[in-house]
């Protein structure tokens, strides 16, 4: 079995992992969404256009501080399925 995270509370392998490549994706998927919109919003030029305007600005800040979340996420957390408990792979109290 390759490098898989055992639960140190019922030894249990059904373990989830967040990681920050949920958040990356997020991120790039919200600016590339925010810059679309505004470019959008900026041809029609009429009310529908503010309003995209005003969403694609939202996207695309809110798109930046997922990516800065993932670039300053340090450690990975992980919880396991079967019984809930919550721990940092790697180390070895978790108690």
Same mark, same amino acid.
């Given at each position: ?8 509370? #019922?030894?249990? +392998? ?16 919200? $600016? =590339? =969404? %925010? ?5 959008? %919003? ?6 529908? %256009?503010?309003?995209?305007?005003? +969403?694609?600005?939202? &996207? ?18 992980? $919880?396991?399925?079967? #019984?809930? +408990?919550? &721990? $940092?792979? %790697? =180390?070895?109290?978790?108690?």
């Amino acid at each position: 079995m390759a490098n898989q995270i055992q639960c140190p509370s #019922c030894k249990s +392998f059904k373990v989830k992992v967040d990681d920050r490549t949920r958040k990356w994706r997020l991120g790039i998927s919200m $600016t =590339l =969404l %925010g810059a679309a919109l505004y470019y959008l %919003g900026y041809l029609w030029q009429s009310a529908i %256009g503010g309003f995209s305007l005003l +969403f694609g600005v939202c &996207f695309f800040a809110l798109g930046i501080v997922f990516i800065l979340l993932a670039l300053t996420h340090k450690v990975d957390k992980a $919880t396991c399925k079967s #019984c809930g +408990f919550k &721990f $940092t792979p %790697g =180390l070895a109290d978790n108690g």
